[in-house]
Nanobody, 128 residues
Framework: QVHIVESGGGLVQAGASLRLSCTAS??????????MAWFRQGPGKEQELVAT????????YYADSVKGRFTISRENLRSTVYLQMNNLKPEDTAVYYC???????????????????WGQGTQVTISS
């Protein structure tokens, strides 16, 4: 059974940085077979896709709201994906979820429905 665990969330001031980590286990196939993504859900908001990274790490997607501030990366040997978040803003406050897809292709990697394995989320709170 796939088990995904996020870490690295916390409370920081606007302008600060955080790095989220997501480690997968029990995945049953090499980690680099999975497309990984970070989603977030802010208070009173719908869940939104933040960033995705394809299997080899060469193809990435970012939501417009985080472009230039967030960087997604992965270490396949560690079965880990990261989200480096810089210049954080109060509107980045949300629960951040890591998700994995064993079936996504480039044309579907931004589609929530392809992500079948989810972590419990980590809270990120940005104070102004």
């Amino acid at each position: 059974q796939v088990h995904i665990v996020e870490s690295g969330g916390g409370l920081v001031q606007a302008g600060a940085s955080l790095r989220l980590s997501c480690t997968a286990s029990g995945i049953g196939q090499p980690f680099n077979n999975y497309v990984m993504a970070w989603f977030r859900q802010g208070p009173g908001k719908e869940q939104e896709l933040v960033a995705t990274i394809f299997r080899g790490g060469t193809s990435k997607y970012y939501a417009d709201s985080v472009k230039g501030r967030f960087t997604i990366s992965r270490e396949n040997l560690r079965s880990t994906v990261y989200l480096q978040m810089n210049n954080l803003k109060p509107e980045d406050t949300a629960v951040y979820y890591c998700a994995a897809s064993g079936t996504a292709i480039l044309s579907t990697m931004t589609t929530r429905e392809v992500y079948k394995h989810w972590g419990q989320g980590t809270q990120v709170t940005i104070s102004s």
